[in-house]
């Protein structure tokens, strides 16, 4: 389903995390650092909830189409006779 490509991230994404973590070191108010750690886990796991949804719904929609393309039958081997 994914590629080893997926999960390198690209240059400007790595600049804003950069830039991101650059700000988070420079930072000495405690209850802010606080509020966005709080506000980063959120955001987290609501994106980690919709991955294993949108996830979920397409390995069903796969074995779906696998078993209209696979023939089902009752048990009996059929040879076709």
Do not use: W
């Not at 994404?13 to 930072?27: A, G, T, V, Y």
């Not at 609501?46 to 023939?71: G, N, P």
Request: charged share 35%; hydrophobic share 35%.
């Amino acid at each position: 389903m994914f590629k080893e490509e997926d999960f390198q991230v690209p240059l400007e994404k790595q600049l804003r995390l950069r830039m991101i973590l650059d700000e988070i070191d420079h930072c000495n108010d405690i209850s802010v650092l606080q509020e966005n750690l709080k506000q980063c886990t959120k955001t987290l796991l609501s994106y980690q909830h919709i991955l294993t949804k949108v996830t979920e719904r397409q390995l069903k929609e796969e074995l779906k189409l696998a078993f209209d393309i696979m023939e089902v039958t009752d048990g009996k081997k059929s040879d076709g006779i």
